[in-house]
Nanobody, 123 residues
Framework: QAQLVESGGGLVQAGGSLRLSCAASGLTFSSYAMGWFRQAPGQEREFVGCITWSGSTTYYADSVKGRFTISRDNAKRMVYLQMTTMKPEDTAVYYC????????????????WGQGTQVTVSS
């Protein structure tokens, strides 16, 4: 059974950095594009960024472009979200998700989701 487990969340001051990790199991990881989404309290879940199965191409939401970087290690079945110059508005639960084949910038088409990890940015 496919499983995605996020880790690395926590409390960070504005301007600081944090790296989230997502460990995949039970799926052919290198066949999946991977995405990161986030959901702030009282808001809908939103796209943060995604990476193709090969890791050659990434896409980001405008709100995080230039500050966040997604990478992956297919040998380790891991995907990462490096967050820098963080802002209070980055506070949210962050989710990783897997999409078989095509990379996607919306929730539709992501087959598997992690349970999420809380990120809180203090001002």
């Amino acid at each position: 059974q496919a499983q995605l487990v996020e880790s690395g969340g926590g409390l960070v001051q504005a301007g600081g950095s944090l790296r989230l990790s997502c460990a995949a199991s039970g799926l052919t990881f290198s066949s999946y594009a991977m995405g990161w989404f986030r959901q702030a309290p009282g808001q809908e879940r939103e796209f943060v960024g995604c990476i193709t199965w090969s890791g050659s191409t990434t896409y980001y939401a405008d709100s995080v472009k230039g500050r966040f970087t997604i990478s992956r290690d297919n040998a380790k079945r891991m995907v990462y979200l490096q967050m820098t110059t963080m802002k209070p508005e980055d506070t949210a639960v962050y989710y990783c998700a897997a999409s078989l084949g095509a990379v996607r910038t919306t929730e539709a088409g992501y087959h598997y989701w992690g349970q999420g990890t809380q990120v809180t940015v203090s001002s």
